[in-house]
């Protein structure tokens, strides 16, 4: 996947804790890429961050179809439940009427 261009061309949806990018792809699945700096946190941090969201994409994985997600955390996912963050991918992707 090249996350620069589904950052760049995708569209974008911003929130307290997370940005979340999605272009279309023509491979029938969906790809996922996490984004996580420094301003984050330390690498404990930013590692825990990324497992949550891996485990909220694991959830959503089989209701989406050909789609390309870039997912950049903000500072505030550093101390963010997992449901926060749930709640935060699903309200991005169903923006978008992707989710389903």
Do not use: C
Request: charged letters at 25%; glycine letters at 8%.
């Amino acid at each position: 996947m090249d996350v620069q261009s589904a950052q760049r061309l995708g569209r974008r949806r911003a929130g307290r804790f997370l940005v979340v990018s999605v272009r279309d792809n023509s491979l029938g699945h969906p790809r996922f890429a996490l984004a996580v700096s420094k301003k984050v946190g330390g690498a404990v941090v930013r590692n825990r961050v990324k497992r949550r969201l891996r485990e909220v994409f694991r959830h959503l994985r089989p209701h989406l179809r050909g789609v390309d997600v870039v997912v950049s955390a903000r500072p505030d996912a550093a101390t963010a439940p997992i449901d926060v963050l749930d709640h935060a991918v699903y309200t991005a992707l169903s923006a978008w009427r992707i989710s389903g």
